[in-house]
């Protein structure tokens, strides 16, 4: 039984991907998976083969405001997708598909 995690950053400010953005996801303070996003905003597998349980992801927005984002999730078996949506003063996620 695995879980994994894939993710992207819209900048809906500019309307367009967020590029670069460093996104970490720790389980219990450590770090199991790290990585920046692509031209298109995406990191298709920040992590595979997770085991399921509470984790938390960390994005790091092009932002004036939101320095650093944390979500707290619960992964069971299967493909979970967070995305974050980051303007210069508002944030909002969801679980994707």
């Not at 695995?2 to 450590?30: K, M, W, Y």
């Not at 707290?72 to 949506?85: K, N, Q, R, S, T």
Request: charged share 25%.
């Amino acid at each position: 039984m695995s879980a994994s995690l894939s993710t992207h950053v819209l900048d809906t400010g500019r309307g367009e991907p967020a590029r670069g953005v460093r996104v970490e996801l720790r389980r219990h303070g450590n770090v199991v998976a790290a990585g920046s996003t692509d031209e298109d905003g995406r990191i298709a597998a920040l992590a595979r083969e997770l085991r399921p349980g509470e984790y938390t992801i960390i994005f790091h927005p092009p932002s004036p405001f939101f320095r650093r984002v944390e979500l707290e999730i619960a992964l069971e078996e299967g493909h979970y997708h967070v995305p974050l949506l980051v303007s210069p003063y508002g944030c909002a996620s969801y679980r994707g598909s």
